[in-house]
């Protein structure tokens, strides 16, 4: 059973940044495709991007490419997220996903297990 431990998140202004991390622990990690999912109040959970297990893969959703990098350090089994360029838009609550079958689909129910969820708030 993999869990999923998030850190990171909280309040910034408009342009700056932030850096999300999900520390993973139990089951055959390495063998995951992980991503990152936000859900805004009243809004349905939005993809952002995911990762291969090899790290030579990965997808970002529109809204945030050119701004936000997605990582992973094998070793210690975490994945990040650096979030820069902060738009009001991107306040929503961000969720780190495990995905066994490695789709790299941007569809939530494709995702196995999930982190607790954190705040992020971009202020105007």
């Known amino acids: 059973q993999v869990q999923l431990v998030q850190s990171g998140g909280g309040l910034v202004q408009a342009g700056g940044s932030l850096r999300l991390s999900c520390a993973a622990s139990?089951?055959?990690?390495?063998?995951?495709?992980l991503g990152w999912f936000r859900q805004a109040s009243g809004k349905e959970r939005e993809f952002v991007a995911v990762?291969?297990?090899?790290?030579?893969?990965?997808y970002y959703g529109d809204d945030v490419k050119g701004r936000f990098t997605i990582s992973r350090d094998v070793a210690n089994n975490t994945v990040h997220l650096q979030m820069n360029s902060l738009k009001p838009e991107d306040t929503a609550v961000y969720y780190c996903?495990?995905?066994?079958?490695?789709?790299?689909?941007?569809?939530?129910?494709?995702?196995?297990?999930w982190g607790q969820g954190t705040q992020v708030t971009v202020s105007s």
């Open positions: 139990g089951g055959t990690f390495s063998r995951y495709a």
């Open positions: 990762i291969s297990w090899s790290t030579i893969i990965t």
């Open positions: 996903a495990a995905d066994y079958s490695r789709s790299y689909s941007p569809n939530p129910e494709h995702y196995d297990f």
